[in-house]
């Protein structure tokens, strides 16, 4: 089994749909991640989670919603999509131990399609 | 502001000849670390290499290596040896506090 976990791994969703894409991870990291990522514009930050109480907005948060249900579980949601959500999302998670950041381990990333 | 440039939208390269893959950065921060990753087109990020602010040394891994400029801020990516396998984009991270800050990458190809 993978580290970290994606589900689905593709999904067509109509405009105006809630959806919800979650992340589950078995490797104990206190840091996880939800990025994007857009031809020509590499991976952008949607929001970061240090532990289960702490929630913070990357660059690009609008129209979208995250819970971390447990240390090893967060979840993206897409409280109304629309078609230019279309991307390819990736679930990343670190470690801060030793009072450094290790490198981000990913999920397989989820292709989202808004019709 | 952090920030992460990759220059290079495509490059190419013939088998078993070397290549870099440049990356700068931008950060007030003394310590950050840097990171490439490796995409193949069946999409997962693959970890390569990591250097961090206060290594003396350039960071090597197999045929991977990190060309780490401090003062001019670059972090560029050295690939000894290409393999058709290498094809792939090629993306630089930066890790200055909590965040990843990444490039808009480089797009590989290993030409036989």
């Known amino acids: 089994d993978a580290d970290v976990t994606q589900t689905p791994r593709n999904r067509i969703t109509k405009t105006g749909k809630r959806i919800m894409l979650e992340c589950s991870q078995t490797?104990?990291?206190?840091?996880m991640y939800w990025y994007r990522q857009d031809p020509g514009l590499g991976l952008r930050l949607i929001y970061y989670?240090?532990?289960?109480?702490?929630?913070n907005k990357g660059e690009i948060s609008d129209g979208y919603s995250v819970s971390r249900q447990a240390q090893a579980k967060f979840s993206l949601s897409l409280e109304s999509a629309i078609p230019n959500q279309t991307a390819l999302y990736f679930c990343?998670?670190?470690?801060?131990?030793?009072?450094?950041?290790?490198?981000?381990?990913f999920g397989q990333g989820t292709r989202l399609t808004v019709v | 502001a952090q920030k992460i440039t990759q220059t290079q939208p495509g490059m190419f390269v013939q088998e078993k000849e070397a290549v870099t893959l440049d990356c700068t950065y931008d950060?007030?921060?003394?310590?950050?670390?840097l990171f490439w990753y490796k995409q193949p087109s069946s999409g997962e990020m693959i970890f390569l290499i990591y250097?961090?602010?206060?290594?003396?040394q350039n960071a090597t891994e197999g045929r991977y290596s990190l060309n780490f400029q401090k003062a001019r801020k670059s972090a560029n990516l050295v690939i000894s040896a290409s393999q058709l396998g290498d094809s792939a984009m090629y993306f630089c991270?930066?890790?200055?506090?909590?965040?990843?800050?990444f490039g808009t990458g480089t797009s590989l190809t290993v030409i036989p």
């Open positions: 990343a998670t670190s470690d801060s131990g030793r009072g450094s950041v290790t490198e981000a381990f």
């Open positions: 490797k104990g990291h206190d840091r």
């Open positions: 989670s240090f532990d289960v109480k702490d929630i």
């Open positions: 950060t007030s921060d003394p310590s950050y670390g």
């Open positions: 250097q961090g602010s206060y290594d003396q």
């Open positions: 991270a930066m890790t200055p506090g909590n965040q990843f800050y």
